[in-house]
Nanobody, 130 residues
Framework: QVHLLESGGGSVQAGGPLTLSCAASGDSAATAYMGWFRQAPGREREGVARIRRVGEMTYVTTYADSVKDRFTASKDDGNNTLYLQMNSLKPEDTAMYYC????????????????????WGQGTQVTVSS
């Protein structure tokens, strides 16, 4: 079992930065794969970034094209926290952001990954104004 708690959401002007955190507690093995997803009103859930452990304190990440070069996902093993650093925010980034975790998920496909993650946080709202 893993409990995930997101924080860091808020309102920001376009072009500004924001960093989200996702604190994980419970079975650390079930956080080998983690991800950030978002959902805006009236839209389907979208994968933002996924991160997986490939060695001690070593991770690889993958990003949606819409956030590549603007967002950076990282993991701090010391406090088992996932971060999402968001730069150059756009109004279209406005959504509820969720983190997810599991011991293993399909890596290459965002939708398959979303369907596979067993553990999800409650979400944190990000609002970007123009």
């Amino acid at each position: 079992q893993v409990h995930l708690l997101e924080s860091g959401g808020g309102s920001v002007q376009a072009g500004g930065p924001l960093t989200l955190s996702c604190a994980a507690s419970g079975d650390s093995a079930a956080t080998a794969y983690m991800g950030w997803f978002r959902q805006a009103p009236g839209r389907e859930r979208e994968g933002v970034a996924r991160i997986r452990r490939v060695g001690e304190m070593t991770y690889v990440t993958t990003y949606a094209d819409s956030v590549k070069d603007r967002f950076t996902a990282s993991k701090d093993d010391g406090n088992n926290t996932l971060y999402l650093q968001m730069n150059s925010l756009k109004p279209e980034d406005t959504a509820m952001y969720y983190c997810a975790a599991d011991s293993i998920i399909p890596w290459s496909d965002s939708q398959a990954a979303a369907a596979s993650f067993r553990y999800w946080g409650q979400g944190t709202q990000v609002t970007v104004s123009s």
